[in-house]
């Protein structure tokens, strides 16, 4: 009866890995990994706040995470990174907000240099900048044997944990599965919060998924780069910051595109102040025309100085605002 009791959860933990399956990593059948460089990533984060945690939480005298600046988290996911060590947090804002649409709304970054080495982070959401709200998070792996600093995780045991997937791929989230709250508007997301998961078993320092289980991950990294490593966070669905206007935006025609040394911008109705700015993926503007009134519905644009490539282009007045992938050939 003894061994029966003591064998009897092992083997439960053990079915339970072996038979409950997420994605498995990038490249492979199923996976939802999804690459940087992917056309619908619409936009990137445009302002990150930092608070670290240490490096190693068990030794406080150790200071705290250090490496990489809170800037290396805005723009393309460039393998710039931020470390947020053990519990630390990034809140991330945008030029625009996120809104709810069809399939993941948004994907986190991380470094990871293989699939299997992997430190993972909780996502969470808001509307407003104070009430946060937590994605479901489950990890199914084991929690009899600690993780060490170099150890190996296996993907298709991770659910909604942002470092899932390797460097260049990100980890998708949808806010369809957010329970809906009064204070949560899942259409209008302004902030985006990632919080280091500290990976260790031990009662005293461990962190919890949604199903109540200890998160075991790569543990302790006592070093500047301690704790999950922000890369980016890019915006697959995302609203105007800007009056929406529908009778002017859909009078307004950018061509041809792809485009290779001249851009027109033509409006079907009256004539009005326009803006064109364009941006590569990075974010960073690389063409603006100043204000131009529109005297014969068309204004001419050219494109010499661009470098060949894909950007994003926004024409804009005071009430209303376009965005578009232009290619330049």
Not at 188 to 217: C, L, M, P, W
Not at 251 to 280: M, Q, T, W
């Amino acid at each position: 009866m003894r061994l029966k009791t003591i064998f009897l959860p092992v083997l439960l933990i053990l079915f339970s890995n072996v038979f409950s399956q997420y994605p498995p990593p990038a490249g492979q059948e199923g996976s939802t990994a999804i690459h940087k460089d992917s056309a619908i990533f619409l936009n990137w984060a445009s302002e990150c706040t930092i608070e670290p945690g240490p490096m190693d939480i068990s030794n406080p005298a150790a200071g705290l995470a250090t490496a990489g600046e809170p800037g290396f988290a805005i723009g393309f996911a460039d393998n710039q990174i931020v470390s947020l060590g053990d519990g630390g947090r990034a809140t991330l804002t945008f030029e625009k907000h996120v809104s709810n649409g069809e399939g993941p709304d948004f994907a986190v970054f991380e470094n990871s240099f293989l699939d299997d080495f992997l430190e993972l982070a909780f996502v969470e959401v808001s509307s407003n900048g104070v009430d946060f709200f937590r994605f479901d998070a489950v990890s199914l792996t084991q929690t009899m044997i600690q993780i060490e600093a170099f150890g190996l995780l296996d993907a298709t045991k991770l659910h909604n944990l942002a470092g899932k997937y390797r460097v260049e791929y990100g980890t998708p989230f949808d806010l369809d599965e957010l329970d809906d709250d009064p204070a949560l508007d899942k259409n209008h997301i302004t902030h985006i919060r990632i919080i280091d998961v500290v990976g260790s078993i031990s009662d005293e320092f461990a962190t919890y998924d949604s199903q109540g289980n200890k998160v075991n991950d790569p543990w302790p990294t006592p070093f500047e780069s301690s704790g999950f490593d922000l890369d980016a966070v890019g915006v697959i669905h995302e609203g105007s910051q800007w009056v929406d206007d529908r009778r002017t935006l859909s009078a307004i025609k950018v061509y041809p595109n792809p485009a290779s040394d001249v851009l027109f911008i033509e409006s079907g109705e009256r004539p009005e102040n326009i803006h064109l700015l364009i941006c590569d993926l990075k974010g960073k503007p690389v063409f603006k025309k100043e204000t131009e009134i529109f005297s014969d519905r068309k204004i001419e644009i050219s494109l010499d100085n661009l470098e060949p490539g894909m950007y994003i282009g926004t024409v804009f007045s005071d009430n209303f605002s376009h965005s578009i992938k232009l290619i330049r050939n």
